[in-house]
């Protein structure tokens, strides 16, 4: 469904992304480069192509680099205002500050979104449903396999939800909040101003308490919170893949993804989904798969990388393993070295030559 045309949305990008860490302490987590562009570029794009025109940032943590990457939205067909909490003010907090900005009347449906989601539901048919029945505020629910990590939506058959319980260690139901809301804009205003409140803990079990109408809108399509960095990598490789499409993605959805100035020799091995940024290198016989080259990195020649991200002039030397591996920016893996199952590598850090030869080397 196409939408109204004239939706305004307030983004919430205010969060450090600690459990991003390495790659979050130089760049916010929605500014991170995923399949090619900032990470927000793909949501966007996807909230203007569903009749979003205007959206308010609600940010804090290194809020002034939003409005470096993505100044007055001209260039996504969006008009942008940026709003900043000087400590952050929860999830809550930054809906009812950012809210200040909105030019929307009382009675206006105002979207919610929050900053590290990737999602191929129908904001237009979400809208839809809210307005049509005149809801206090339409979530948007999925279904995960492990609910206690996020929070947990039960609803009754005619899809009114009946408790909002964040990260509850016993979730009664699979389905969750997805982290898009429609708010009518006066239920917006009934949240305190300049309190730290969080939307989970509070306002939706308050509106629930109190009797407002709160539904639910669930479907099945792609879903994904990139808040670890084995889910942001997955994040890009879809992307890269086009498993979820993306007006923001520069090219044609494939197995790579080369960014201008990238060097990938015929004999190297590179594919499933892999992202080759800006000037980086992959030297002949080296092994890409799934993962997120940062600029200017170099894949020596009979290096594997697989589902890991590799920093902006980072360098994984010949023989080096890196899989489901985070190497931060300008960190060098020496040869020999190898990175599993969740290793974080710090920026800068140079893991020398492995010392060690084993009988089969000899
Ligand atoms: N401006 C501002 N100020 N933004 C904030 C603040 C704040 O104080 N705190 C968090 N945010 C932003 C984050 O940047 C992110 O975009 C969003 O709010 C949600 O915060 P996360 O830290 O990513 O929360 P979560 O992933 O643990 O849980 C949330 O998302 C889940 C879906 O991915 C909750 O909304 C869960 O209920 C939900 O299931
Ligand atoms: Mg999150």
Not at 109 to 120: A, E, T
Not at 123 to 141: P, S
Not at 193 to 219: C, K, N
Request: aromatic residues 6%.
């Amino acid at each position: 469904m196409e939408g109204r045309g004239d939706l305004e949305a307030i983004l919430l990008v205010g969060g450090k992304g600690t459990r991003l860490r390495p790659l979050t302490l130089s760049v916010p987590k929605p500014l991170l480069p995923t399949a090619g562009v900032p990470f927000l570029a793909h949501q966007l794009a996807r909230a203007r192509a569903y009749g979003v025109r205007r959206i308010v940032f609600a940010t804090s943590y290194r809020a002034s680099m939003f409005a470096e990457a993505f100044g007055d939205g001209s260039s996504f067909g969006l008009e942008l205002a940026y709003m900043t909490e000087e400590t952050p003010l929860g999830t809550g907090g930054a809906i009812r500050n950012a809210a200040e900005a909105l030019t929307s009347p009382p009675g206006a449906p105002v979207l919610i979104l929050n900053g590290d989601i990737l999602s191929g539901h129908d904001i237009g048919a979400q809208v839809e449903r809210h307005v049509t029945a005149g809801a206090a505020v339409t979530l948007h629910l999925t279904e995960v396999d492990d609910p206690s990590r996020f929070g947990c939506v039960p609803t009754d058959e005619s899809g009114r939800v009946t408790a909002f319980l964040e990260k509850t260690p016993n979730p009664v139901t699979n389905r969750i909040n997805a982290g898009c809301y429609v708010f009518t804009r006066s239920v917006i205003d009934t949240i305190p101003a300049g309190e730290v409140v969080s939307v989970e803990r509070e306002t939706f079990p308050g509106l629930i308490e109190a009797g407002e109408q709160v539904l639910g809108y669930a479907d099945r399509s792609y879903w994904l919170d990139v808040g670890t960095p084995a889910a942001f990598v997955q994040g890009s490789r879809d992307l890269v893949l086009g498993t979820l499409s993306s007006p923001a993605l520069p090219g044609p959805p494939g197995e790579v993804l080369a960014l201008p100035g990238a060097m990938i020799p015929s004999d190297a091995k590179v594919g499933g989904g892999t992202v080759v940024g800006a000037g980086a290198v992959v030297e002949s016989g080296a092994q890409v798969s799934g993962s997120v080259i940062g600029a200017g990195a170099v894949i020596r020649a009979g290096a594997v990388v697989s589902d890991s991200v590799v920093g902006t002039g980072a360098r994984i030397e010949s023989g080096a393993v890196v899989r489901d591996s985070v190497v931060g920016d300008e960190a060098v893996v020496g040869p020999g070295n190898e990175l599993r199952a969740g290793a974080r590598l710090w920026p800068g850090v140079h893991l020398p030559a492995c010392a060690v030869r084993f009988s089969s080397d000899v």
